[in-house]
């Protein structure tokens, strides 16, 4: 195995509210290699975006790291200040935000917005050179070059996306970020933007991470699956393993609840409850309440997050299959 | 099919593009055109289709919250079928009774001011229907049917207390409580998380059988709908472009949009990989079509016979199975 | 097509049965109420200015009721009546303030104190008077004219249109000189003027983007007719936005008083204007040397204004979760 790129160590992050610390990172551990791409998967709520902030240190003013790392090639962006962050924002890790494509300015051309960003990002910007590499990028993303000199209200909202993740390769970032970039899309173009996302993160041997809540889009992106419930991660694997072989109840009730085109039309289960409230989530393991396995030890402490081997990891203490 | 609870013949609805104040608009919107289908009693139909494809407008022409610009919706009664766009005054009520609507968005559907009960009693209120104490019942019983037990905690709650699940839970409530006999749902699960989602699935079929409800059920997830639907309507550009028993529809798509369609919608398995079906651009805006397919200029396999004809008719091509494209 | 049986006794217990029709709806209402109304005073006692505002109000309110009870039993009508008293110890009118009379007397010699106390109560009536009748010409023509739209929104708009453009000080100034307005006519024509003309305007943005919500739709399919939607549902969710309006009406129809009042041309008995309008026909408008003839009048009209308008903006906060801070 290559080394990681990036590694999070016990990371635990609180946003601070009128009703209490909301508990929205807690103690997410994981690694990513180049040219590796994990997927983030989990309901509403439960903390991918939070996690993802974390990474860029693109914390609103009521958030507050309270534990852990973040090595990104061995240095810890934790305890760097600002300044020093902003040498590794967008340049080594870059952002696909949720509805981003909704927030490019409608009254700058698209290209000029792209060659701005780069602008206030790189060091030796030079203008030509600077257009030639946008010109460039719209190919990547499968945009007609053309479509620079046009405003964000002439592009359909597959175009707007494309955009969106051209500019956010726009500074040659080791690691990119897509939070839900297809969410909003249809289909059949959702699987054209999946499929050239996957392509463009292979050939330019990037780390990714995906976040999503639709475990059919993570199944067809990423190599490695990280499955978040309630602020904490409690499975991480390869894909096929995990949706094969879940380890965790969560994990599996999440797998067999979602329908699928193809194959026989299996029952699908239904998980009790909702998800809990980040406010006073649930002691023990967080998602007790609405596990069918759980057992007075669940409700008392929490499961250690570890390994089964052969890099499948989980928190719970009765784990399907060993 | 032997017996037709709802039958819709050549349905259209056409939106003015420019509302000038002295200029009569000359640009249509075609939201729905020339779109004909029935629905059995106890059956349900599934209308999928890509944004913007008009499955809302069609909802929303059969619960009567639009007027069609053309066409004819008929709604089975006593024994007779009456055309629903000629109802007035007690008839137009009592069909309020009668036909119900789901809608996708629980955080919109549900005025932020009225308590859930307000919000359930209140089509028995307008309808007259018992007094304040047997509705008071009545919605308490139909919290246990959607599952918000025990009543009494649930029913002083005003919406934001409650989670999206349960919301849609209370809309679903509000449109049954009435006992309808046709239920419009539109998307009621697409905006709820999947650990959610199959129960409200599961709760409306349970409902469906032990109401006797119809439903005709609008999604644009070909999954959610292959666990809905007996029956799906495929639709493109305000035509209903194909449809068929859902096994059917799913493992023989006729329709080269269809088969894109299906080809597009991602697996939750990673060891299936998909030979997905190329097709150009995105969906337009219906705005004043030309006559020819409205499909023919992403189509894969137009010829010039596409473009000089006429929008194909719906055409059975066996076992119930409707196609409307002439290579099919 | 069998009708649906709605047999569903089994689903709910006896005693949960029982427990529902012990629960009396209106005593649920009120608990509610109460619950909103706490939720919305804790969100408002965030807010430093709005206390500021209500303090101020409540001072004057307590001014307004004090004064009946010292006629009645402290004052001597001869001496401190608002209108007509006259200060026969004081030698020389206006007199300074002195122990029996605070804030001394007018170039009339009556009591500045108890003219001052006397106004605040008009200024409430007319202030509250005025901003009522806005609100209500406001929030029921705005709903009707966004539900219904076409030319009823036509004709309304196009009226308020007018109605702003017409100068508002200038019309109350023509209406005065020809009807002599007192109290309560001078509030029905700020209330109308204001109710037609931009509270309306606004009050109606406001409904349209109500008219819009799902739930509207839900009501219509579920039978309600146009009033029980306008009534039941755009109405209430517009209470919030017309309550801002009042406060801010009633600082407006203060303002409007004062200064008519100020030119001489209400018809009313006593007002915090029409005591600088006395200082002023006497002469003593600039005269530092007699400050209370015009200071205790003058700061009271803006200090009350302010507190309305302080109590509005803290409301806004209130009612748009947008501007509240986190
Ligand atoms: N700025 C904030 N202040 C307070 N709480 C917040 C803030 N942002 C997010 N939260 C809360 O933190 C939790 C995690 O939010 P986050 O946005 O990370 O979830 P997510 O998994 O990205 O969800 P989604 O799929 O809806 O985007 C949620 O319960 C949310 O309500
Ligand atoms: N009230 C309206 N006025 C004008 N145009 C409208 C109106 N309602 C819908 N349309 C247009 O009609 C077309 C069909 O809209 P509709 O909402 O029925 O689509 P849909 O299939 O429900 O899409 P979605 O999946 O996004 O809900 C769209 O092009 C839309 O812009
Ligand atoms: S730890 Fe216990 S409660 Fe949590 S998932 Fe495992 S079995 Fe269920
Ligand atoms: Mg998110
Ligand atoms: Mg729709």
């Known amino acids: 195995m290559t080394e990681p790129i990036l590694y999070v160590d016990d990371l635990t992050m609180h946003y601070t509210t009128r009703a209490g610390d909301v508990s929205a990172v807690d103690n997410v551990s994981f690694t990513l290699t180049k040219g590796e791409s994990l997927g983030l998967v989990g309901e509403s709520g439960c903390g991918k975006t939070s996690v993802a902030i974390c990474l860029l240190k693109l914390l609103p003013d009521n958030a507050r790291i309270k534990g852990g790392h973040i090595y990104l090639d061995g240095v810890d962006l934790v305890p760097l200040s600002e300044e020093q962050v902003r040498r590794y924002r967008w340049r080594r890790i870059s952002m696909i935000f949720q509805a981003a494509m909704n927030s490019l300015n409608p009254v700058y051309k698209v290209g000029d917005q792209i060659v701005e960003a780069m602008e206030t990002?790189?060091?030796?910007?030079?203008?030509?050179?600077?257009?030639?590499?946008?010109?460039?990028?719209?190919?990547?993303?499968?945009?007609?070059?053309?479509?620079?000199?046009?405003?964000?209200?002439?592009?359909?909202?597959?175009?707007?996306?494309?955009?969106?993740?051209?500019?956010?390769?726009?500074?040659?970032?080791?690691?990119?970020?897509?939070?839900?970039?297809?969410?909003?899309?249809?289909?059949?173009?959702?699987?054209?933007?999946?499929?050239?996302?996957?392509?463009?993160?292979?050939?330019?041997?990037?780390?990714?991470?995906?976040?999503?809540?639709?475990?059919?889009?993570?199944?067809?992106?990423?190599?490695?699956?990280?499955?978040?419930?309630?602020?904490?991660?409690?499975?991480?694997?390869?894909?096929?393993?995990?949706?094969?072989?879940?380890?965790?109840?969560?994990?599996?009730?999440?797998?067999?609840?979602?329908?699928?085109?193809?194959?026989?039309?299996?029952?699908?289960t239904m998980l009790p409850g909702e998800p809990p409230d980040l406010l006073n989530p649930p002691p023990g393991c967080r998602f007790h309440p609405r596990c069918p396995y759980a057992t007075e030890i669940c409700r008392e402490q929490v499961p250690e997050f570890k390994d089964y081997g052969g890099d499948h990891f989980a928190a719970c203490w009765h784990p399907l299959e060993g | 099919m032997t017996e037709v609870l709802v039958r819709v013949e050549g349905l259209s609805k056409f939106f003015p593009l420019t509302r000038g104040l002295f200029r009569e608009s000359r640009e249509f919107i075609h939201a729905v055109e020339d779109v004909s289908f029935a629905i059995a009693p106890g059956e349900s139909l599934g209308l999928v289709g890509e944004s913007g494809s008009g499955k809302t407008t069609t909802g929303k022409l059969l619960v009567r919250l639009l007027d069609p610009t053309a066409g004819h919706i008929y709604l089975r009664s006593n024994g007779s079928e009456v055309d629903i766009a000629t109802l007035r005054g007690k008839d137009l009520k009592a069909f309020r009774r009668r036909v119900q609507m789901i809608f996708q968005d629980p955080y919109e559907s549900l005025n932020p001011r009225l308590t859930i009960f307000d919000t359930i009693a209140?089509?028995?209120?307008?309808?007259?229907?018992?007094?304040?104490?047997?509705?008071?019942?009545?919605?308490?019983?139909?919290?246990?049917?959607?599952?918000?037990?025990?009543?009494?905690?649930?029913?002083?709650?005003?919406?934001?207390?409650?989670?999206?699940?349960?919301?849609?839970?209370?809309?679903?409530?509000?449109?049954?409580?009435?006992?309808?006999?046709?239920?419009?749902?539109?998307?009621?699960?697409?905006?709820?998380?999947?650990?959610?989602?199959?129960?409200?699935?599961?709760?409306?079929?349970?409902?469906?059988?032990?109401?006797?409800?119809?439903?005709?059920?609008?999604?644009?997830?070909?999954?959610?709908?292959?666990?809905?639907?007996?029956?799906?309507?495929?639709?493109?550009?305000?035509?209903?472009?194909?449809?068929?028993?859902?096994?059917?529809?799913?493992?023989?798509?006729?329709?080269?949009?269809?088969?894109?369609?299906?080809?597009?919608?991602?697996?939750?398995?990673?060891?299936?990989?998909?030979?997905?079906?190329?097709?150009?651009?995105?969906?337009?805006?219906?705005?004043?079509?030309?006559?020819?397919?409205?499909?023919?200029?992403?189509?894969?396999?137009?010829?010039?016979?596409?473009?000089?004809?006429?929008?194909?008719?719906?055409?059975?091509?066996?076992?119930?199975?409707?196609?409307?494209?002439?290579?099919? | 097509?069998?009708?649906?049986?709605?047999?569903?006794?089994?689903?709910?217990?006896?005693?949960?049965?029982?427990?529902?029709?012990?629960?009396?709806?209106?005593?649920?209402?009120?608990?509610?109420?109460?619950?909103?109304?706490?939720?919305?005073?804790?969100?408002?006692?965030?807010?430093?200015?709005?206390?500021?505002?209500?303090?101020?109000?409540?001072?004057?309110?307590?001014?307004?009721?004090?004064?009946?009870?010292?006629?009645?039993?402290?004052?001597?009508?001869?001496?401190?009546?608002?209108?007509?008293?006259?200060?026969?110890?004081?030698?020389?009118?206006?007199?300074?303030?002195?122990?029996?009379?605070?804030?001394?007397?007018?170039?009339?010699?009556?009591?500045?104190?108890?003219?001052?106390?006397?106004?605040?109560?008009?200024?409430?009536?007319?202030?509250?008077?005025?901003?009522?009748?806005?609100?209500?010409?406001?929030?029921?023509?705005?709903?009707?004219?966004?539900?219904?739209?076409?030319p009823i929104d036509t004709f309304f708009m196009r009226l308020a249109d007018l109605i702003i453009m017409l100068p508002f000080v200038t019309i109350l100034i023509v209406l005065s000189a020809l009807f002599k307005l007192d109290l309560p006519k001078l509030a029905l024509v700020i209330g109308v003027l204001s109710g037609f003309g931009g509270t309306t305007i606004i009050i109606k943005s406001q409904a349209l983007t109500i008219k819009v919500r799902t739930y509207i739709e839900a009501a219509r399919v579920a039978g309600g007719s146009h009033w029980h939607i306008i009534r039941y549902h755009i109405v209430p969710n517009l209470m919030p936005l017309s309550f801002l309006y009042m406060m801010f009406t009633v600082t407006s129809a203060i303002f409007s008083e004062a200064a008519l009042s100020f030119f001489g041309l209400l018809n009313i008995r006593m007002s915090w204007g029409l005591m600088i309008h006395t200082a002023q026909t006497a002469g003593y408008l600039l005269n530092t040397k007699t400050w209370w003839l015009i200071v205790p009048a003058g700061l009271s009209i803006t200090l009350l204004c302010a507190a309305f308008y302080l109590v509005g903006r803290a409301l806004d906060e209130v009612v748009n979760p947008r501007l509240r801070k986190r």
């Not at chain 2, 119809?214 to 709908?225: K, N, Q």
């Not at chain 2, 798509?253 to 398995?269: G, N």
């Not at chain 3, 649920?28 to 109000?57: D, V």
């Not at chain 3, 605040?120 to 029921?140: D, Y």
Request: charged share 20%; hydrophobic share 45%; aromatic share 8%.
């Open chain 1, 121 to 268: 990002h790189l060091e030796n910007f030079s203008y030509p050179a600077a257009r030639e590499k946008v010109a460039e990028l719209f190919r990547l993303v499968g945009l007609d070059p053309a479509l620079m000199e046009q405003y964000p209200h002439e592009y359909s909202g597959g175009m707007r996306q494309r955009a969106v993740i051209a500019m956010a390769l726009a500074c040659d970032p080791d690691i990119i970020i897509a939070d839900e970039p297809t969410t909003a899309l249809d289909v059949i173009v959702q699987d054209r933007i999946l499929k050239e996302l996957r392509a463009i993160q292979q050939k330019l041997n990037m780390g990714m991470i995906y976040i999503s809540h639709d475990i059919a889009v993570i199944a067809e992106v990423s190599d490695c699956v990280g499955v978040m419930y309630a602020g904490r991660l409690v499975e991480k694997a390869c894909t096929e393993e995990i949706f094969h072989h879940p380890i965790h109840p969560y994990t599996a009730g999440l797998m067999s609840a979602f329908p699928s085109i193809v194959g026989p039309k299996r029952e699908l």
């Open chain 2, 122 to 328: 209140e089509p028995l209120m307008v309808q007259g229907i018992g007094n304040v104490l047997e509705r008071e019942e009545m919605v308490a019983e139909m919290l246990v049917l959607v599952g918000l037990t025990p009543p009494s905690s649930f029913m002083f709650r005003f919406p934001h207390e409650l989670s999206g699940g349960q919301r849609q839970r209370v809309a679903i409530a509000r449109a049954l409580v009435v006992g309808p006999t046709f239920v419009v749902a539109d998307e009621p699960t697409s905006m709820l998380d999947v650990s959610i989602r199959t129960g409200i699935m599961y709760l409306m079929q349970d409902l469906a059988q032990r109401l006797g409800v119809t439903y005709l059920y609008i999604t644009h997830d070909l999954a959610v709908a292959r666990y809905m639907c007996q029956r799906i309507a495929v639709m493109y550009l305000g035509k209903i472009v194909e449809q068929a028993e859902t096994e059917e529809l799913l493992q023989h798509p006729q329709h080269p949009y269809t088969r894109a369609l299906i080809s597009a919608v991602p697996i939750p398995d990673p060891r299936i990989k998909r030979q997905a079906i190329e097709i150009k651009g995105s969906i337009p805006t219906p705005i004043n079509p030309p006559p020819r397919c409205r499909f023919y200029d992403r189509c894969p396999i137009a010829d010039a016979f596409c473009e000089q004809n006429d929008h194909p008719p719906l055409r059975d091509v066996g076992g119930g199975h409707y196609v409307a494209c002439y290579k099919a």
């Open chain 3, 1 to 150: 097509m069998q009708e649906p049986r709605r047999r569903l006794d089994e689903f709910l217990s006896p005693e949960e049965r029982e427990r529902l029709r012990q629960l009396p709806l209106w005593k649920i209402r009120l608990r509610l109420f109460l619950r909103s109304l706490r939720t919305n005073w804790r969100l408002f006692a965030e807010n430093r200015i709005g206390l500021i505002g209500l303090a101020i109000i409540i001072f004057f309110a307590l001014l307004a009721i004090a004064h009946p009870i010292l006629m009645k039993y402290v004052w001597d009508p001869n001496i401190y009546d608002p209108v007509v008293g006259y200060a026969h110890e004081e030698t020389m009118q206006p007199a300074p303030p002195s122990p029996r009379h605070l804030l001394g007397t007018d170039p009339l010699g009556r009591d500045v104190l108890s003219q001052l106390m006397f106004s605040a109560r008009s200024e409430f009536i007319l202030g509250l008077v005025a901003a009522l009748i806005t609100v209500t010409i406001g929030t029921t023509i705005g709903a009707i004219s966004a539900y219904f739209g076409g």
